[in-house]
Structures are given as structure tokens and as C-alpha cells.
């Protein structure tokens, strides 16, 4: 559950689909404000997914 106006942020340090947007798929899109995945060799440091969700 999230408050009313409420942020919250899913983030692994993974890279596995099924640990990350598999997860997410179960968010509705309209709540999911951004995502982003950085890849090591192609993105400067490690890599990881993060998702920002905003509640209604």
C-alpha cells in the first residue's frame, strides 16, 4: 500500500527480467512514472533497474 501521493521506488541490483519487470508488471502503468536499467560495459558503473511508482 501506498499513501496517497506517495513515491515509491523498486530498485535490484539485478539484471534478471523475472526480478524486475516481472515484478513491476503487476503495477498498473498508469502509477509507473519512470524506469530505468544501466548495463555495465555500456552505462558507466554497475548495473541495476530501478522503477518509480507514484500513487494516484
Do not use: H
Request: glycine letters at 10%.
Amino acid at each position: 500500500m501506498l499513501a496517497p501521493g506517495g513515491i515509491l521506488v523498486y530498485a535490484t541490483c539485478s539484471l534478471e527480467p523475472e526480478e524486475n519487470e516481472g515484478v513491476t508488471a503487476a503495477v498498473p502503468e498508469a502509477l509507473i512514472a519512470d524506469s530505468l536499467r544501466r548495463i555495465p560495459g555500456r552505462d558507466p558503473g554497475d548495473g541495476f533497474y530501478a522503477c518509480v511508482i507514484k500513487s494516484a
